[in-house]
């Protein structure tokens, strides 16, 4: 059993070791099922948590985490993860003791993890910094005090605030973060990331701070937070499902093909991982239609990495975004 609460136990190592090996000499796909639910927006913070006022945005974070839990429950193979504790820290509020006790399992497995882990994700662009300390701050101790270490989060996540400062970056290293993913960039910026191949970097956060106090390794997500175009199996898009039975509609070669064709067109990366996010936005529900479609979306071929021509096989584990972030040795990168 997994001593979350033991301060010799380290988060890393559990979270490091709870998702499929990846493999050097392929392109690893990384599927991670998300949800991102602002703290406030078109609607009110109680609005969104309980699907208040639908007719403004179709939008009810307590049935995000009702549907996902009992989907991570049923499948040991599936994973989830999740970032505002405004929000979770007051569904965790309404449960009963039989899912808290299941949920504490999930997290400490790994099944179910924080990233980010503040109260929000928070803006970069007009806040203080004290603001931003407070708010991660609150998050990060109801994770500690509910969770143990097993709820630390490993990975700082940003998918959804318009654009980047240095200084977050720089407090996100100086919190101990692993890395740390964004979603939102500058398009000319991010048109010549993908020419370069610099969709990936270290970030030297701070000018004042002694290397490596600031550094942080930092990714930019292909398709910022939504999956690949014609991938998105939440309920509300209106994507075909993968059949893969003996039916007329059986559909799974096909769907392969396209999902190798989209992995080989983002190759913009220098290691041999790709994250792509299965999820989006508050409207996401990815309960049972959303996590069985993306578990069966990549089961067949792989991608050889360093890129090449006309392959047909892929590896893509369902995965969790502090994967591609393992220190070297635990992983034996090819990069
Ligand atoms: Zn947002």
């Not at 009963?96 to 099944?111: D, F, K, M, P, W």
Request: a negative charge.
């Amino acid at each position: 059993k997994l001593e979350c609460l033991s301060p010799s136990h380290h988060a890393s190592r559990m979270l490091y070791n709870s998702c499929p090996v990846a493999r050097p000499d392929m392109l690893n796909v990384h599927l991670i099922p998300h949800t991102h639910n602002d703290v406030g927006w078109l609607k009110t913070v109680n609005q969104y948590f309980y699907g208040a006022r639908n007719d403004i945005q179709h939008a009810g974070v307590q049935y995000i985490l009702d549907s996902v839990i009992p989907q991570l429950l049923a499948d040991p193979a599936k994973r989830f993860i999740y970032v505002e504790v405004a929000f979770f820290a007051r569904w965790w509020g309404l449960q009963g003791e039989a899912v808290r006790r299941a949920v504490r399992q999930l997290v400490s497995e790994g099944r179910l993890e924080f990233v980010n882990g503040g109260w929000s994700m928070n803006d970069e662009a007009t806040v203080h910094y004290s603001a931003v300390i407070d708010q991660m701050s609150l998050g990060l101790r109801f994770l500690r005090r509910t969770f143990g270490e097993c709820g630390r989060p490993l990975t700082a996540w940003h998918i959804d605030p318009f654009g980047h400062s240095r200084e977050q970056a720089s407090l996100f290293a100086q919190m101990g973060f692993d890395g740390f993913f964004v979603g939102r960039i500058d398009y000319q910026d991010k048109a010549q990331r993908e020419t370069l191949r610099e969709m990936e970097q270290l970030w030297r956060a701070s000018g004042s701070l002694a290397p490596p106090g600031a550094d942080l390794f930092t990714g930019v997500l292909p398709n910022g937070y939504n999956p690949p175009m014609a991938l998105c199996w939440d309920q509300f898009c209106s994507d075909d499902p993968i059949v893969d039975d003996a039916s007329d509609d059986n559909n799974v070669q096909r769907v392969v093909k396209y999902f190798l064709g989209t992995a080989a067109s983002q190759q913009e990366y220098m290691a041999p991982h790709l994250v792509l996010a299965p999820g989006g936005g508050v409207p996401y529900r990815p309960g049972q239609r959303g996590l069985k479609q993306v578990s069966g979306a990549g089961r067949e071929g792989a991608l050889p990495w360093p890129p090449q021509r006309n392959q047909e096989e892929n590896q893509d584990p369902l995965s969790q975004p502090n994967v591609p972030l393992q220190p070297k040795g635990a992983m034996e990168p090819g990069d």
